[in-house]
């Protein structure tokens, strides 16, 4: 389905370039509204929510989104349940493996303390995984019914645990139970001294993402049901997911750090929305041109994630195009600096897509 790829390729251009030509546009203009829009594309500090921390959870939605179809296909291949176990285990070994390469480049080979084990595709490793051994062996309700049981346990474990010197419920950063589980049982650095987003307890809750995004693969698949019925209840579900977040988000604030279960579910929604609207437009309209954009993007995600890593492509951008823009003046620099980033990384893609050269794992 094309609007599953244009969706992969819009939320991983906001990683590889759009984040960095937004956030570059703040100040630029008398236009508050611009400048709004590029505190969109920053972490809040804590507690609090933008438009940024929506793009990793929705790829794990996505993630989530293409394992019916590729299930799918194992199946009538006749695939037995060990040979589909032991490729998806084999991915998530990896995607472990180059996300710890991503998180700790330059490789500290000569101290070992200063590893950290937490990174962006081990966690989608390990969600795509226990979902695939989920969606092999229990029917749709049963794997909503486990992610909601595990965002539960979650809830109840941070209000419920004390954390040694300053108690159960506690969500502060330094007092918070995932905090503390991490400096106690996770080995190696964690990104900010005492706490870690991508540690160990975080884990649980963000797989339910990737479950849920199965589930909207599940519909996007149905058989007999009609585009039109598919696109009903994307929508019903994602917005019914945004109400229990907002009521959950009462105690239990929404913020990215922790993972809150009230987070999971309001990206969820947002995700299933979002979904269901690059469906209606792709799909069943069949405007398909301007998707074209994104879907170069979403076919080789997995290498611009890493080639972004290691290639500056901000400064292949200044040595190429600094001398049609400098007349802009200094203060425009960066922007056009990060839009000449962004063609690049484009134009690599496409350079890949019209070679039919696709990297996957």
Excluded at 100 to 127: H, T
Excluded at 205 to 227: M, Q, V, W, Y
Aim: hydrophobic share 55%.
């Amino acid at each position: 389905m094309i609007s599953i790829d244009a969706l992969r390729g819009f939320d991983m251009l906001m990683i590889c370039g759009a984040d960095a030509f937004f956030r570059s546009l703040e100040g630029k203009t008398s236009m508050t509204w611009l400048d709004s829009l590029a505190h969109q594309f920053e972490h809040p500090e804590w507690i609090g929510f933008t438009f940024y921390d929506f793009i990793f959870p929705l790829f794990l939605f996505v993630a989530g989104v293409s394992i019916p179809f590729s299930l799918w296909k194992l199946k009538e291949a006749n695939a037995p349940k060990s040979q589909i176990y032991r490729k998806a285990f084999w991915r998530m070994m990896i995607l472990i493996g180059l996300g710890i390469l991503d998180k700790n480049a330059p490789f500290p080979f000569f101290d070992w303390e200063q590893i950290r084990l937490g990174s962006v595709l081990g966690r989608i490793g390990i969600a795509g995984f226990v979902t695939v051994v989920l969606f092999l062996n229990f029917n749709a309700t049963k794997r909503l019914l486990i992610a909601a049981g595990i965002l539960v346990l979650y809830y109840g474990a941070v209000f419920l645990v004390p954390v040694p010197g300053f108690g159960a419920g506690d969500l502060s950063f330094e007092g918070n139970l995932v905090g503390w589980f991490d400096r106690t049982f996770l080995p190696g650095r964690l990104l900010q001294g005492q706490f870690d987003e991508l540690g160990i307890l975080t884990t649980f809750p963000a797989i339910c993402l990737t479950i849920f995004g199965a589930h909207a693969g599940e519909i996007l698949r149905k058989i007999n049901s009609s585009e039109n019925q598919k696109l009903k209840e994307l929508l019903i579900t994602g917005l019914i997911f945004i109400g229990i977040a907002l009521v959950w988000n009462l105690h239990f604030p929404i913020f990215k750090r922790m993972w809150t279960s009230s987070f999971i579910m309001l990206t969820s929604g947002l995700a299933f929305l979002s979904m269901g609207l690059f469906f209606l437009i792709i799909d069943i309209l069949k405007f398909q041109k301007w998707a074209f954009f994104f879907v170069v993007v979403g076919m080789n995600s997995l290498t611009i994630y890493m080639i972004y890593r290691f290639v500056n492509f901000r400064y292949t951008s200044r040595l190429l195009f600094e001398g049609l823009y400098k007349p802009l003046g200094e203060n425009w620099m960066p922007v056009m600096e990060s839009l000449g980033a962004l063609l690049l990384v484009w134009l690599f893609l496409y350079f890949l897509y019209r070679k039919k050269i696709f990297f996957k794992v």
